[in-house]
């Protein structure tokens, strides 16, 4: 791996964080500088919408309202460059909770992939297609069901 291919990995990594930090502060002008203005997002497998970016950060902004914190955390992350374009495929694990009438948490975990397209623009690498692929989804350690159906899963 030359420098130019190292570079490209460790902005994409950037902006694979930059997406996670983004959701769980709810900066969704943030949100909005991890993909192309033409991106199409996919949240379908656990319950959401697929759309473009104005369209899908709006959903976004409503639903994780709802909850009292998350945290994305996206791992294990395959990155592939070709030029100006690249993929990634990367795990996500995604503990939320929302705050009961004693102040205690009920939590809720989620655990998948991300499959992104990104492209090299003039600002630096962007997401211009993302498919969140639910594999899991618990309300009790130990315990799972399969994914999709709730819309209350956000990405």
Known sequence: MNVEEMADRLEIEDLLTRYAT?????????????????????YTSSGGIRGGLDEVTKWLSEVLSLFS???????????RVDGDAATSRSYLYNPMATAKRDGSLELMFVGGYYRDRLRRTAHGWR?????????????SPGSSSPPGGRSDQPG
Do not use: P
């Open 127 to 139: 997401i211009a297609e993302r498919i969140e692929d639910t594999a899991w989804t618990s309300t």
């Open 22 to 42: 983004a959701v769980d502060t709810r900066d969704w002008d943030l949100y909005k500088t991890v993909f192309t203005a033409d991106a199409v997002i996919d």
């Open 69 to 79: 914190m998350s945290q994305h955390l996206v791992t294990n992350r395959d990155i």
